[in-house]
T-cell receptor
């Protein structure tokens, strides 16, 4: 079975500072990797995903994540955060695209002015 | 594109009653949908996998007779919480796996409160 670890439950950061949210996974077979964002009182929104190909994937709002197979990581980064980035971020994996997601415990990103 | 709706968004019911939650993929077909439950300040836990035209597959520890799932079409899955009790109060989230892209899209969730 696969598992996802998000070591940081909360990450406080000042506006315009860079941020990295860590995600490590465990699986004996190849996986697909995802980052989802959940704003207060809302459902999950897909931020970015890695299925195959280039190991660096980007979102439209400035986030990027890099798949590192040797370190079994998929850390999420943004060079300069905004107040509006305050949300809960979930890393997730699936064995294939047709299976359910296994989620990490989430990281609360709190951007302060 | 790729919008998933859930109805209702909030529901309050009395203990012992049943509640039906609908999950619809609005602009794509989804042979497979998933139902998750999210506890306060916790991650999402998979409850069951819903496949169009067949029986749902439940995760260990989820009572299939209590959480009835029906996936009657390629755009609709329903979750019925039967004989609800206060411990069933939670945030229920569905997702639909787009047949064309193998990507899951999530609904906005349904907040169930059982009094």
């Amino acid at each position: 079975a696969q598992s996802v670890t998000q070591l940081d439950s909360q990450v406080p950061v000042f506006e315009e500072a860079p941020v990295e949210l860590r995600c490590n996974y465990s699986s004996s077979v190849s996986v697909y990797l995802f980052w989802y964002v959940q704003y207060p009182n809302q459902g999950l929104q897909l931020l970015l995903k890695y299925l195959s190909g280039s190991t660096l994937v980007e979102s439209i709002n400035g986030f990027e994540a890099e798949f590192n197979k040797s370190q079994t990581s998929f850390h999420l980064r943004k060079p300069s955060v905004h107040i509006s980035d305050t949300a809960e971020y979930f890393c997730a994996v699936s064995l294939t695209g047709r299976r359910a997601l296994t989620f990490g415990s989430g990281t609360r990103l709190q951007v302060q002015p | 594109g790729a919008v998933v709706s859930q109805h209702p968004s909030r529901v309050i019911c009395k203990s012992g009653t049943s509640v039906k939650i609908e999950c619809r993929s609005l602009d794509f077909q989804a042979t497979t949908m998933f139902w998750y439950r999210q506890f306060p300040k916790k991650s999402l836990m998979l409850m069951a996998t819903s496949n169009e035209g067949s029986k749902a597959t439940y995760e260990q520890g989820v009572e299939k007779d209590k959480f009835l799932i029906n996936h009657a079409s390629l755009t609709l899955s329903t979750l019925t919480v039967t004989s609800a009790h206060p411990e069933d109060s939670s945030f229920y989230i569905c997702s639909a796996l787009a047949d064309s892209t193998d990507t899951q899209y999530f609904g906005p969730g349904t907040r169930l409160t059982v009094l």
